[in-house]
């Protein structure tokens, strides 16, 4: 395992989304020009949009990196680390927007403190990005990650 590793944002995703805002900012400007001043209300939400999506692969503002102290991730120049003695499990889940559509998403429970019930329905936390990989191959990474250095935490140091 490589240790630390250090994950990236996929370029093309974020691409696709700053190109399709930007194709639908202009298609409002049109509408706005035309005499619906919506249009450039909605057009100015789509630049917004285009500019997240291009911030998401500005080099150093996005990233995951696992190390033996757990995971550290960054989403918008924006770190927090989670240390692995905190983290019970990852799992994938669909996140819905509206209903309409949603995406596959990583994300982790916390180990239950003793006024949490182990019973939950929803992730603790969700990870901001899957970074250039499916949902559940970074799941399977994550898990993988867990395991061997909680597993390396535990053993104790042999004596000499």
């Known amino acids: 395992m490589e240790n630390p590793l250090t994950l990236y944002p996929s370029g093309r995703r974020a691409m696709l989304m700053a190109g399709a805002s930007s194709l639908l900012a202009l298609s409002c400007m049109a509408l706005g020009i035309s005499g619906k001043e919506i249009g450039y209300v909605a ?3 789509f630049v917004a949009c285009g500019v997240l999506g291009t911030a998401e692969i500005w080099p ?3 990233w995951l990196r696992i190390d033996e102290t757990g995971i550290r991730y960054c989403y918008l120049f924006t770190s927090q680390h989670v240390a692995w003695d905190e983290i019970d499990r990852f799992e994938s889940e669909l996140v819905s927007h509206s209903g309409l559509w949603g995406q596959q998403m990583t994300g982790f429970y916390r180990k239950p403190g003793p006024q949490q019930d182990e019973k939950r329905n929803r992730l603790d936390e ?3 990005n899957n970074y250039g990989r499916s949902a559940k ?4 990474l994550l898990n993988q990650y867990r395991v061997h250095f909680t597993r390396e935490q535990a053993t104790p140091p042999d004596e000499v």
């Open 43 to 45: 057009g100015f939400f």
């Open 60 to 62: 150093r503002s996005s």
């Open 126 to 128: 969700l990870l901001p």
């Open 137 to 140: 191959a970074l799941t399977k």
